[in-house]
């Protein structure tokens, strides 16, 4: 078994050989690093987690255009989803546009959610992690955003009410 990813692995080096750089190289150690540091992390933590929570999480590493960094997200799976070891999270970016996409929600700054600046819930880039990526919790976002944020993924998925 063992020999059989070995040389997919071999062959998928030979493919690719020509284009590896100190750079890439220096990349990959770093992302693998990462991933190593995340996955053997003794216990997730021992904090509440419930829908509509912001939290700091750590997205480092990601391929291509996938959103990374240490980042605020907004957690979107409730209690009943969350007794796994891995949580639903919807990424917020910092708001630079002036037009939104139909899959960006403007979360505004304020005193109940603690938030910095204004700030884009980027629902298109809706992904499960692991909860040893959670750091700190921020607050929680209004009410009024959960109703947003399920039409928006109601669009998404082209699910009809």
């Known amino acids: 078994m063992y020999k059989t990813k070995l040389n997919k692995i071999r062959n998928l080096i030979e493919e690719?050989?020509?284009?590896?750089?100190?750079?890439?190289?220096?990349?990959?150690?770093?992302?693998?690093?990462?991933?190593?540091?995340?996955?053997?992390?003794?216990?997730?933590?021992?904090?509440?987690?419930?829908?509509?929570?912001?939290?700091?999480?750590?997205?480092?590493?990601?391929?291509?255009?996938?959103l990374n960094k240490t980042r605020p997200c907004i957690i979107y799976s409730d209690k009943k989803a969350n007794f796994w070891n891995t949580i639903i999270v919807i990424p917020l970016k910092s708001y630079k546009w002036k037009k939104l996409n139909d899959f960006q929600l403007i979360i505004k700054a304020s005193n109940q959610n603690n938030l910095n600046k204004d700030s884009i819930a980027d629902i298109s880039s809706l992904r499960q992690i692991s909860k040893k990526r959670l750091l700190d919790k921020i607050w929680n976002i209004e009410n009024k955003h959960y109703i947003e944020i399920d039409s928006i993924l109601l669009k998404i998925f082209w699910i009809k009410k």
């Open 16 to 66: 690719i050989k020509n284009d590896i750089t100190t750079e890439s190289i220096s990349h990959f150690l770093n992302w693998f690093y990462e991933k190593l540091n995340i996955h053997f992390k003794k216990n997730t933590p021992n904090i509440k987690i419930k829908k509509g929570s912001i939290f700091y999480i750590n997205l480092w590493q990601n391929i291509w255009s996938e």
